[in-house]
């Protein structure tokens, strides 16, 4: 063993390094890491929290429009949710107070989106060849013209 | 914005594991390859390779420093990249990168500290000031040069790359099975990617070591020995064989059984990967050094050692192309098809001067040539002739017969 | 010369000893490990979430593609939701999914007189057996206790190999934050009780989203009694989105 002297003196060596990197280690594994499963369990809450919602849902417009809300849900257009065709919740209210005027899209390409016909859409479903619609031809017109986007039936 | 031909999922139209990840396998397969070399000396006794022992164990050395930078140069975060090593999710194959990383870092210094520790003790007698201090620190202060002690270096060696062989197969392995595992894309998912890596590395690893070998001992005017251009030879052809048989026949399998995947793989091999998997992996980087390589296995007997050098040498470059368009068809070529097996998107094309592109892709190769070069200086990549006279393999000063 | 070697010997054996019980202890533990996680108002162990798409009923308007876009900052070009247009004959097969939807779909011609055609919403599956979980390597990607598969934004490498991974291509890096990003069914609204942003503005409640640990939820009424598929069910990845009205042609 005397002549085995280098060979130990590298695995003393070896066995230092191997130490101080499990000591490093668990200095640099995350708090939360390993309660529920091989990750960081406090991302969930961080998830839960990483933005306030944009949209509110039809509902929370009609705390403030309640006249228009009433419209909707009695016209064809009753599933259709405010923000679909105006911008999401976020972008008008914050915190309850109105930070900006709310979008309207008056141009016929946001009916055209749902309404024309095209391959895909089910039969049932109200749509139609857009340039056969109107006597005289699309050149000009909204659909806003003899539509109210609201209750939208004729 | 790339094309696309057919259709394909909106967010597969990205190419994100770009030529940093084509590298990466490349580089890791050289340091196998190497350690393969070696260890046909130091575990299999195999005397023919002994002058390009201590090169292989160097370059398998030099290369394993640069293996790590493609992927950090590639990573979206690099400074996490550590975290693989902190909390690895073993479930991922990638998760073995620490590990394996460390390990096989681990037992080829190891190696290397045993099979130069005469040297380097002999160094430090030799010299003064700073260079003894620096030859002493690097034979951690032992000085017991008795031939008992070089016994267990021997007997440490052997057991090293004993078990070094198996880990650097696990290194490279390790980067099949990143890509083997994955079900989702039909180019990957196959249980003989991790073989096709492993003989593909061997492949280059022995051309490289061919071409190593011949500039190394020209430029410090060693004779080039015609049993080692043979024999390391012979293996390349047989290793290249193997690995091309295995490629193709992934290919022949998936034609055979026609399954759904072929739909997209067919017009992948035949539109975008025409020119990199048809012309440059199959017929200029197999086909040609197969030929060449047949000649000098099997007339060996009829040819002259300037012929045996040269057909060696361009089997060897052309491999090492071989071996990079393998890795760019598996990597690149998998990217190109999208999910929704209805769709290609048009060829990736990187740029010279990006963060993940030529240029830093060809430093990356240089670079464990230049630490190649540095190792030498400090320790020399052959083995020193033994005192008292004896003629060993390979020290012979001038010999006739080389080109 | 023999009580300096047995002193060094005591020491290294000493050393060892205590080196390897350090390392085992060590090993188990984080030196920085914090108290108890403070208790959450929701209870993740209440709910177990599911999705369903009526692809009887989508009309393409790509309302749920723009709705999750301003909820989620989702970067242009990459999508946390899209909406594939099927345009079938008995022999022949068209599918495009222009901008993935967001501007809905225009009129086409096939090049061949379809007889059937439809609209597919696809988005991250929530898979219970996930292959972008399984290889992940730092364990960023994890699935909830409800049943959400969700990235850990500040410990993701990001390395991309959950996006190779993933066979529904519902994955990708974002460019604003080299992380992977994906679809995570609006987490930050469906604790607190609010539907995903999609489900929400959905005209035509081809999108529903329901809790299956709920009685009466319509979701599981409707796993429970109708006949629903997944994607790739030949991967056995177990996702979470269930459609209806399916055809062979769609992945």
């Not at chain 3, 208790?39 to 393409?60: F, L, M, N, Q, S």
Request: a neutral charge.
């Amino acid at each position: 063993m005397e002549h085995a002297r280098h060979v130990f003196r590298v695995l003393f060596v070896l066995l230092v390094a191997v130490v101080g990197i499990v000591l490093v280690r668990s200095f640099l594994v995350p708090a939360s890491y390993g309660l529920y499963g091989p990750y960081r369990f406090d991302n969930v809450a961080e998830q839960a929290a990483i933005r306030p919602p944009l949209h509110g849902g039809a509902v929370a417009c009609g705390e403030c429009h309640e006249d228009r809300s009433k419209a909707v849900a009695a016209g064809v257009h009753r599933s259709v949710s405010c923000e679909v065709c105006h911008a999401p919740l976020g972008r008008h209210v914050k915190g309850g107070d109105v930070v900006a005027p709310m979008a309207v899209d008056r141009s016929f390409t946001l009916c055209a989106r749902c309404h024309r016909k095209i391959d895909g859409r089910p039969t049932a479903f109200p749509q139609v060849v857009l340039e056969q619609h109107v006597q005289g031809g699309l050149e000009g017109r909204v659909c806003l013209e003899c539509h109210d986007p609201h209750s939208p039936k004729l | 914005m790339p094309e696309i031909s057919g259709y394909a999922f909106p967010n597969d139209i990205h190419v994100h594991w770009s030529l940093m990840i084509v590298m990466y396998p490349y580089l890791t397969g050289f340091v196998a390859g190497s350690f393969i070399v070696t260890s046909l000396y130091h575990l299999f006794g195999k005397k023919e390779f002994q002058p390009v022992a201590r090169l292989a164990l160097g370059t398998s050395l030099c290369f394993l420093a640069v293996a790590a930078l493609p992927l950090q140069l590639h990573l979206g975060q690099p400074q996490r990249g550590f975290s693989v090593m902190v909390t690895p999710n073993f479930t991922s194959a990638m998760a073995g990168f620490g590990i394996l990383y460390s390990f096989y870092l681990v037992i080829v210094l190891l190696e290397v500290w045993f099979v130069y520790r005469k040297e380097i003790i002999e160094a430090a007698r030799r010299s003064r000031g700073f260079k003894r201090k620096f030859y002493a620190a690097l034979a951690l202060w032992t000085y017991d040069t008795s031939p008992e002690a070089l016994d267990i270096d021997h007997r440490a060696v052997t057991i090293l790359t004993a078990i070094g062989l198996p880990s650097a197969c696990m290194l490279h392995g390790y980067v099949g099975f990143i890509f083997g595992g994955i079900k989702a894309n039909p180019w990957w998912s196959t249980p003989l990617m991790p073989v096709i890596f492993l003989l593909s590395a061997a492949v280059s690893g022995i051309a490289l070591l061919i071409l190593l070998y011949q500039v190394t001992a020209r430029l410090q005017r060693r004779a080039v020995e015609r049993e080692t251009v043979q024999s390391l030879a012979r293996w390349l052809w047989f290793f290249l064989i193997i690995t091309v048989t295995l490629e193709l026949l992934e290919i022949i399998m998936l034609a055979y059984e026609h399954s759904e995947e072929w739909a997209i793989i067919a017009p992948l091999l035949t539109t975008r990967l025409q020119f990199s998997f048809i012309s440059m992996q199959m017929i200029i980087g197999s086909l040609i050094p197969f030929i060449l390589l047949a000649i000098v296995v099997l007339l060996a007997a009829y040819l002259h050692d300037r012929i045996r050098n040269t057909l060696t040498i361009a089997a060897s470059l052309l491999l090492l192309l071989q071996v990079f368009s393998m890795r760019w068809n598996v990597v690149i070529g998998g990217q190109l098809l999208s999910k929704s097996f209805r769709g290609l998107r048009s060829a990736y094309e990187p740029h010279l001067f990006e963060k993940e592109g030529i240029l830093t892709a060809i430093l990356l190769f240089i670079a464990p040539f230049i630490l190649l070069y540095v190792f030498d200086r400090v320790l020399s990549i052959v083995e020193p002739p033994a005192p008292g006279g004896h003629e060993r393999e390979g020290e012979r000063s001038a010999s006739p017969g080389q080109a | 010369m023999d009580d300096n070697r047995s002193t060094r010997r005591d020491f290294l054996s000493n050393a060892i000893t205590l080196g390897s019980g350090a390392v085992v202890f060590l090993s188990g533990t984080s030196l920085a490990a914090g108290e108890e996680h403070p208790a959450e108002r929701y209870d993740w162990e209440a709910h177990r979430y599911a999705y369903v798409i009526d692809t009887t009923k989508c009309i393409g308007c790509g309302s749920c593609v723009r709705a999750c876009r301003a909820e989620n900052e989702v970067p242009d070009g990459y999508f946390r939701t899209w909406v594939e247009r099927y345009v079938l004959s008995a022999e022949s097969s068209h599918v495009d999914s222009p901008n993935g939807g967001l501007d809905g779909f225009p009129p086409m011609q096939a090049g061949f007189a379809p007889t059937k055609s439809f609209f597919v919403p696809k988005m991250c599956n929530h898979c219970k057996e996930t292959p972008c979980i399984q290889v992940c390597p730092v364990g960023a990607s994890y699935r909830t206790r409800d049943g959400v598969v969700l990235v850990d934004g500040q410990r993701c490498i990001g390395c991309g190999y959950c996006v190779q991974a993933c066979p529904y291509g519902s994955r990708f890096l974002s460019p604003k934050t080299h992380t992977a990003e994906k679809c995570t069914w609006c987490y930050h609204r469906v604790t607190k009780g609010m539907k995903p942003a999609c489900v929400e503005v959905c005209p035509t409640a081809t999108r529903l989203f329901g809790d299956m640990k709920r009685e009466d939820d319509p979701v599981r009424r409707i796993l429970e009694h109708e006949r629903v598929a997944v994607m790739q069910p030949h991967l056995l990845t177990e996702p979470q989105c269930f459609y209806l009205g399916l055809d062979k042609e769609v992945r």
